[in-house]
């Protein structure tokens, strides 16, 4: 692993342990050419997934992407990263197992509502603004009047 401070090749591994959700490896590293140290994650890849867009275009499925769609979403909200990153790990799993190597976007966006959804209503409107690509204050309406609609649906069947 070369080091990203230095660029040196000569790096040690101190400590390794899994994260808490079992999904990755976390390692503490040293630099012996510049005595840094940084922190590294490995995880499990099952397959090399393709996101299709909406133009056809294909691109390769980027996580880090996916977590930072997903952190904006969650700004200035009460949710830690460590929430943020079982989300992500989540649907990752669920792309990487559903047999498919390419994914259409829209997909993915469906995955990142749903999680939203039930984990905070402020993001989750967030996240479909953009998603949905809302153009006027009517638009928020309409969503949060169906929103409203689901929430009474649902108290009702309880």
Not at 32 to 42: I, P, W
Not at 83 to 108: F, M, Q
């Amino acid at each position: 692993m070369r080091c990203p401070f230095c660029g040196g090749e000569d790096t040690q591994v101190k400590d390794s342990r899994p994260t808490e959700d079992g999904s990755s490896i976390r390692r503490r590293r040293f630099c012996a050419s510049c005595g840094s140290r940084f922190t590294t994650f490995e995880r499990v890849q099952l397959r090399d997934l393709m996101v299709v867009k909406k133009n056809g275009q294909r691109v390769p499925f980027d996580r880090d992407k996916l977590f930072r769609s997903i952190a904006i979403a969650l700004r200035k909200r009460p949710i830690d990263e460590e929430r943020i990153d079982r989300i992500v790990n989540s649907i990752t799993r669920r792309l990487e197992s559903s047999g498919e190597s390419d994914i259409p976007a829209k997909h993915i966006g469906e995955l990142v509502m749903e999680a939203l959804a039930g984990l905070d209503q402020v993001a989750y409107v967030r996240f479909a603004s953009v998603y949905k690509n809302f153009r006027e204050a009517k638009d928020f309406e309409q969503f949060l009047g169906s929103l409203g609609d689901r929430e009474e649906e649902a108290a009702a069947e309880d």
